[in-house]
């Protein structure tokens, strides 16, 4: 089975701790540690700032990555950047709920609502702390609305930035991930 996992720098591997940046390694980035649990093909389609495509021409973009690839399951983790610039989160659950209604039908879902930030070298701001814990329950009730497998990352470790996940974060949320997936019934058949 091919599994696409869509998101941001926490799905890319960013690690805060370099002067430039730079990727945690294959085995400190969630996709990668999912892929190794599963033994499924994951691709790993993260992207530093992305925020959640909800123009026409960004959800071109995106329904062109998925007939390229041709994933069963789609992981989407995102909105955390939406919160970083401004987006309130009412609005960038309405921004998920268009992104999402652009995935072609056999295509299974599973959105995750990102880790819970905490103030830190990123963060300072408590509405955007409250912020990112409404977002997890505007998703959970999008996700049963759509009839889409739901993961709220919730308190994973994070750096000492407040926004990334550390290495032991990854790892968690690749263990949660594979929890729900490997529940999915005649999962080799998607």
């Not at 370099?18 to 599963?38: C, H, I, K, Q, T």
């Not at 992981?75 to 309405?94: F, K, V």
């Not at 709920?97 to 879902?109: A, R």
């Not at 889409?148 to 263990?175: I, M, W």
């Amino acid at each position: 089975m091919k599994i696409l996992c869509f998101g941001d720098s926490n799905t890319y591997g960013f690690d805060p701790r370099g002067f430039f940046g730079g990727r945690y390694e294959d085995n400190g980035r969630w996709p990668e540690v999912l892929g190794a649990l599963s033994s499924h093909q994951v691709i790993n389609q993260g992207q530093n700032g992305r925020t959640i495509p909800h123009r026409e021409n960004e959800a071109a973009l995106f329904r062109n990555t998925l007939e390229n690839t041709k994933p069963a399951l789609l992981i989407i983790m995102l909105g955390t950047n939406d919160l970083l610039t401004g987006c309130a989160p009412d609005d960038a659950c309405r921004r998920m709920e268009y992104f999402l209604s652009h995935v072609p039908e056999g295509i299974k879902v599973m959105l995750i609502a990102p880790p819970a930030m905490r103030r830190g070298e990123w963060v300072q701001d408590e509405g955007i702390i409250e912020g990112i814990h409404k977002i997890a329950e505007l998703y959970r009730t999008l996700a049963r609305e759509r009839g889409t497998l739901f993961l709220a990352a919730g308190s994973l470790p994070l750096s000492y930035d407040g926004v990334h996940l550390s290495r032991e974060g990854n790892r968690q949320l690749a263990k949660k991930a594979w929890d729900i997936i490997r529940e999915i019934p005649d999962l080799e058949d998607i």
